[in-house]
């Protein structure tokens, strides 16, 4: 497809399991953001790729959160040892450069009870 | 560190009405600023992009200014429509690159 796609789109979690979020942004975009979105919030940023660099991961919340984008394109997220606190909507955007109009993906909605 | 900060109360005007949404930055003035809208269960959707030498943008029914005496950008939709109705974020580039959202202003638009 032409736009940024996410998977799944809903997951519920046990407190203490481990998670992992796709994202696979526009063919040819160099930069990958991680966003976490909480209810009546905006998105904060997590952490961002140029292609498989990770060059920023100051949002991640905790060492509990690791992100990967091993080939420069697919990347994923990962959760581990969730809390309740970890609920939230996690959006992935892509774009053709770092400070470029940034295409958002319908997000992960993640529930962990 | 740089903050924005959008009305949180939510606005809900007639059908026809020209909706004006409010964001306020602080520090220092950004390049630009972005301003995104966001559906229900979806990703924000990029609308405009205002640069700081800029005071006015138009696209369409969209109007955005950007006064940076004021530290402030206001979003204008005029001819409001129910399909207008969304949240709508302001965004800036911080230092290091990062987008900085505001918590978004919730339109509703009543026919």
């Known amino acids: 497809g032409a736009g940024v796609s996410q998977s799944p789109r809903y997951k519920v979690a046990k407190r203490g399991q481990d998670v992992a979020l796709r994202c696979d942004p526009i063919s040819g975009h160099v930069s990958l953001f991680w966003y976490q979105q909480a209810l009546g919030q905006g998105p904060e940023f997590l952490t961002y790729f140029q292609n498989e660099a990770q060059l920023d991961k100051s949002g991640l919340p905790s060492d509990r959160f690791f992100a990967e984008r091993p080939e420069g394109s697919v990347s994923t997220l990962k959760i581990q040892r969730t809390q309740q606190e970890d609920s939230a909507v996690y959006l992935c955007?892509?774009?053709?450069?770092?400070?470029?109009?940034?295409?958002f993906g319908p997000g992960t909605r993640l529930l962990v009870l | 560190s740089q903050k924005i900060e959008q009305n949180s109360e939510a606005l809900n005007i007639q059908e026809g009405k020209t909706a004006t949404l409010t964001c306020n930055y602080t520090n220092y003035s950004p390049a630009y600023l972005q301003w995104y809208r966001q559906d229900p269960g979806r990703g924000p959707v990029f609308l405009l992009l205002?640069?700081?030498?800029?005071k006015e943008k138009r696209k369409e029914r969209l109007k955005v200014t950007f006064d940076t005496t004021l530290k402030q950008s206001l979003f204008h939709i005029t001819a409001s429509q129910p399909a207008d109705s969304a949240t709508y974020l302001c965004a800036r580039y911080n230092q290091g690159g990062k987008l900085i959202f505001g918590q978004g202003t919730e339109l509703s638009v009543k026919p």
């Open positions: 955007a892509s774009s053709f450069e770092l400070e470029e109009t940034q295409y």
């Open positions: 205002i640069r700081e030498n800029e």
